[in-house]
């Protein structure tokens, strides 16, 4: 053999291999990776809530992995033709949790077939009957950048893909459910800013001070505890949800009404008439602390004549204010004034 039949012999094999190489990488496809957040009818326990990751893979997405078995014909390979597939969730090259495959026939929820899709849920209540699921990461935000699928198939090749989330995919639902299981005002203060560092916002509750932020939480912590949930979803009750989601909006709508709504009766009480002659301060200030809109309910429970009192003591406070230039710039301030 010549130089050049040689080098022509080289070229074919590097082709034929690069061929074969080419062929066997494009078993495997990642399809699609989506969000889930919404509820969900599941085998074992029935209606749930799930947040977190939908992948949907192809293990012969190119077709080029025939079967053939003794005394039957050739067909495409089938997730039934792998030893293993397992999807690792990576937030850059450190993992935060992995699916495992283990639907084998006479295990679980299983029908053969090239594509195969798998939940990695973090809301915590669905269990797969097809994929094993392992958490490691610290945080329901910490979020993966990308997929990394590998599967190993029975004739002993072994696959790996990889596939960034899509740059359109919603990360609010899920800082939007790690303010929803905060068990104190000041983590309830410290999701709301993490919520809107993440949601297109004018960072409102961020611009406030520590004393105002630590009174809306407040606000916003009770109220939550008071939402009644998504109606027989289990593990849904004192949760914040709109339209059976987790929805950012709604949320920051309901901290930005509560910033409003301090405001508002902060300035109503700075606003009644505190001239030493007017006759009717006493009353206009129990009309603001017992009404509607007040922010300290327990004063419209208190009788008439402690009212009376209560209001006058809050008047004196006020006074003493102006007379330096300032006013009442906390519901704190007010309660203290008023002894309540």
């Known amino acids: 053999m ?41 085998t074992k326990l029935g209606n749930i809530y799930t947040l977190g990751y939908g992948v949907v893979i192809n293990v012969n997405a190119n077709n080029s992995y025939k079967i053939v078995a003794e005394g039957e014909e050739t067909r495409d390979a089938t997730t039934e033709d792998t030893e293993s597939i397992v999807m690792d969730f990576l937030d850059g090259e450190t993992s935060l949790g992995t699916l495992t495959f283990r639907g084998k026939p006479g295990e679980g929820k299983y029908t053969p077939a090239a594509t195969t899709s798998g939940t990695f849920d973090v809301f915590g209540d ?72 993440v949601a297109e916002n004018n960072y409102k509750f961020t611009n406030l001070s520590r004393d105002d932020k630590e009174e ?9 505890n008071e939402a009644e949930g998504i109606k027989d979803i289990p593990n849904t009750a004192g949760k914040f949800f709109n339209e059976n989601k987790l929805d950012a909006s709604y949320v920051i709508g309901k901290v930005n009404g509560h910033i409003t709504a301090r405001e508002n009766f902060i300035n109503a009480v700075n606003g009644v008439v505190i001239a030493n002659e007017a006759p009717n301060s006493i009353s206009a200030m129990i009309d603001v602390l017992a009404g509607e809109d007040t ?30 230039g300032e006013k009442f710039e906390t519901i704190a301030q007010i309660r203290e004034a008023a002894g309540l």
């Open 2 to 42: 010549n130089t050049e039949e040689t080098k022509n012999a080289l070229t074919t094999l590097t082709t034929e291999a690069q061929n074969l190489f080419n062929s066997i990488a494009g078993r495997l496809t990642i399809t699609s990776i989506s969000l889930d957040n919404g509820t969900y009818d599941s």
């Open 126 to 197: 669905y269990e797969s009957t097809s994929w094993a699921k392992a958490w490691s990461g610290n945080s329901i935000t910490d979020i993966p950048t990308k997929v990394k699928v590998t599967v190993k198939y029975n004739d002993g090749r072994i696959v790996e893909q990889n596939k960034d989330l899509p740059e359109d995919f919603d990360i609010t639902p899920f800082y939007v459910e790690a303010l929803n299981r905060t068990e104190t005002v000041e983590d309830m203060s410290r999701a709301i800013i993490n919520l809107e560092s």
């Open 295 to 324: 922010l300290i309910p327990e004063f419209a429970k208190l009788s008439a004549a402690d009212q009376a009192e209560k209001a006058e003591l809050v008047l004196n406070a006020l006074r003493a204010l102006n007379a330096d």
């Open 216 to 224: 809306v939480a407040k606000m916003v912590f009770d109220e939550r």
